[in-house]
């Protein structure tokens, strides 16, 4: 599966952005879809996660009550909505699919994965 992630680019803090991950070439309902990011000088991180029909998402502590996941199987999208931003959300975005595994937190349980999109949040 091909993974395109958007909606990035420069907010103000207490600001919201709307990323956008769009899925091709394999039946996206197959997916649990995440989204990480990587700030500066950083390892990439877990962000949220959603199951593959959308009946369970899973939250990092630090954007739990900020940032909602969600998916539109049909048009084969995950969306990620960042409310509150803070400085510190400031990273590169990335959505990945996974088909089976333990844990919705681990990169390693991802097959695929975007290229990033950059969001920054000035204070």
């Known amino acids: 599966v091909q993974l395109q992630a958007s909606g990035g680019g420069l907010v103000q803090a207490g600001g919201s952005l709307r990323l956008s991950c769009a899925a091709s070439?394999?039946?996206?309902?197959?997916?649990?879809m995440g989204w990480f990011r990587q700030a500066p000088g950083k390892e990439r991180e877990f962000v949220a996660a959603?199951?593959?029909?959308?009946?369970?998402?899973y939250y990092a502590d630090s954007v739990k009550g900020r940032f909602t996941i969600s998916r539109d199987n049909a048009e084969n999208t995950v969306l990620l909505q960042m409310n509150s931003l803070k400085s510190e959300d400031t990273a590169v975005y990335y959505c990945?699919?996974?088909?089976?595994?333990?844990?919705?937190?681990?990169?390693?349980?991802?097959?695929?994965w975007g290229l990033g999109t950059l969001v920054t949040v000035s204070s």
């Open positions: 990945a699919a996974r088909t089976l595994g333990r844990s919705y937190y681990r990169e390693s349980e991802y097959d695929y």
């Open positions: 959603i199951s593959r029909l959308g009946g369970s998402t």
């Open positions: 070439g394999r039946t996206f309902s197959n997916y649990g």
